[in-house]
């Protein structure tokens, strides 16, 4: 079996560890957990920190268990939270439970003739059938009030101007059942999550401890953090999703090549299995030259590729070319098969009518939802951020007419650096 911890620490994986894990892990094939949140129905690119824990786990000869919180996503959780969150209606949380189910098992091994093979589980299944006098008698008993109290997660919140409901102080319990559960059912003797998580899962070990003597193991990885102080996986749009439909391979793509040097740094540990020479040959190359972005390049490729393929990511690398590779050259030496087959970038259809009798370029932003408001739309072509067919709109009386269509039905508009859309006048 390969030193798992040894494989993380030097990947920058590993935050917290309790004392006895990486014996625990030398000693046996361990079963391992990790929980995901159903609150929408796909993960995000912060979900794939635990994605690759699992796999790291899988590979390094351990058995992994991703837990789907079906019953935990009723209650939410309140670390790293500052308010409570609207509560998901059951239909909803069993269509998001069956959409990221199909997301995990696409990164790890189910094949169930192999001894550690991965499961899914959903806590719901033993969470249903316990009835609220049955927990506090069973559970609640063993976990003092002052013990919670101290978890960071709680003081917080409760230092907080909106306080913590009675509801989501009892969730750290309730995701130390989950632990108790799987370890009386599954033998699972860790857990693991992100660094906010760490009050919680030894909330589970100690439940474990108190309730059947047991002995469990913990082990958190850092949340990740841009180097410029944005959020982690969030742009202008919202979150980069994993699923294609809600983030294109393109945009996915793209958010990965336009890292600085920094976050490429470390993020090329994290999120890739290129081994420890590869990456140090690749920083050390990317030191002698940064012009040449081959950090970011070799990033995005690896990642795009696990996520959603070679072919897709070929598709984002076309794309990227025609966009960007000669940004000097004329938007009407794009064919109309080049506009066509542009993956990924955002297609809108929009009235050829209106486009015909002329329409100021500030309501044609707004009603694209290009820009969510015109207010937001005329600062943005004022402030030189927008261009039409690779010329910068100088002006908000520009009008969008006829002239303007390529091949007489597209206009190729770009937003700031990166976002580009085509619209087509149907």
């Not at 494989?7 to 094939?29: C, F, H, N, S, V």
């Not at 959903?122 to 109290?149: A, C, E, P, Q």
């Not at 910068?392 to 508009?413: N, Q």
Request: proline residues 2%; negative net charge; aromatic residues 10%.
């Amino acid at each position: 079996m390969q030193d798992l911890i040894a494989e993380l620490q030097w990947r920058g994986m590993i935050q917290d560890i309790m004392p006895g894990t990486k014996e625990q892990l030398a000693k046996e094939m361990t079963t391992a957990y990790i929980g995901f949140d159903p609150t929408a129905d796909s993960l995000h690119i912060g979900s794939l920190v635990p994605i690759l824990l699992l796999i790291h786990l899988q590979k390094a000869g351990h058995k992994p268990v991703a837990l789907v919180g079906g019953a935990t996503g009723m209650v939410g959780d309140p670390s790293g939270k500052s308010e409570e969150r609207n509560l998901l209606s059951e239909d909803i949380l069993n269509h998001n439970v069956a959409c990221v189910k199909a997301q995990l098992e696409k990164f790890l091994d189910f094949d169930a003739s192999k001894p550690n093979a991965a499961e899914m589980a959903n806590n719901y299944d033993w969470f249903k059938n316990i009835s609220f006098l049955d927990f506090i008698r069973d559970t609640g008993k063993h976990i003092t009030v002052n013990y919670m109290m101290a978890k960071d997660s709680v003081k917080k919140r409760l230092e907080g101007e909106n306080g913590m409901s009675f509801t989501e102080f009892t969730y750290q319990l309730v995701q130390g059942y989950d632990f108790y559960w799987l370890y009386k059912n599954k033998n699972c003797k860790l857990q693991m999550g992100g660094s906010d998580q760490w009050g919680n899962i030894v909330t589970g070990t100690e439940l474990i401890r108190r309730k059947d003597g047991g002995e469990a193991f913990a082990f958190t990885c850092p949340l990740i953090k841009k180097a410029d102080g944005g959020k982690f996986g969030k742009t202008e749009k919202g979150n980069i999703w994993l699923d294609a439909n809600k983030t294109t391979p393109f945009q996915f793509y793209q958010f990965w090549l336009n890292a600085n040097d920094i976050d490429a740094e470390g993020w090329i540990k994290i999120f890739t299995f290129l081994d420890q020479k590869t990456i140090d040959d690749l920083i050390a190359a990317h030191h002698q030259d940064a012009s040449k972005r081959i950090l970011q390049k070799t990033l995005a490729k690896e990642i795009t590729v696990f996520v959603h393929g070679e072919e897709e990511y070929n598709k984002a690398i076309e794309t990227t070319e025609k966009l960007f590779a000669n940004q000097n050259a004329s938007a009407e030496d794009l064919s109309e098969d080049d506009l066509n087959n542009m993956e990924g970038i955002v297609k809108i259809d929009y009235s050829a009518d209106k486009i015909s009798t002329g329409i100021d370029i500030v309501s044609f932003l707004a009603e694209t939802n290009i820009f969510p408001s015109k207010g937001e739309a005329r600062k943005n072509v004022q402030g030189g951020g927008v261009s039409i067919n690779r010329k910068k709109i100088e002006s908000i009386d520009t009008k969008i007419e006829t002239a303007l269509l390529l091949h007489s039905k597209y206009l190729l508009l770009q937003k700031g650096k990166k976002n580009y859309y085509l619209v087509k006048a149907v």
